[in-house]
Nanobody, 121 residues
């Protein structure tokens, strides 16, 4: 199993950024995928998830600003982040588990290496 995130960078407050996670080594279309983040000096927190039917869930802190999607033909999950705030600054990770999304990070067996997002003027 391999998960490779990309798309991080520096963006000004109010700006947008799109993250991608390319997956391989498992049946992507049958899996639930989530994004989590870890801010400097803080624990990792679940951000958003999409299950194998395309149903999505979001943490309250990002609801209405972030959009998760998946392309099963490309084995890729995306996170579009709009109206970014300085408190969104973190390393963002994608993770895989079985068919249903959960918000508990311990349920996810596989993780990518992360991509850094910095929101600053």
């Amino acid at each position: 199993v391999q998960l490779v995130e990309s798309g991080g960078g520096l963006v000004q407050p109010g700006g947008s950024l799109g993250l991608s996670c390319a997956a391989s080594g498992f049946t992507f279309s049958e899996s639930a995928m989530s994004w989590a983040r870890q801010a400097p000096g803080k624990g990792r927190e679940w951000v958003s998830g999409i299950d194998n039917t395309g149903a999505t869930r979001y943490a309250d802190s990002v609801k209405g600003r972030f959009t998760i999607s998946r392309d099963n033909a490309k084995n890729t999950v995306y996170l579009q982040m709009n109206s970014l705030k300085p408190e969104d600054t973190a390393d963002y990770y994608c993770a895989m588990k079985g068919d249903l999304v959960t918000t508990k990070l311990v349920d996810y067996a596989y993780w990518g290496q992360g991509t850094q997002v910095t929101v600053s003027s």
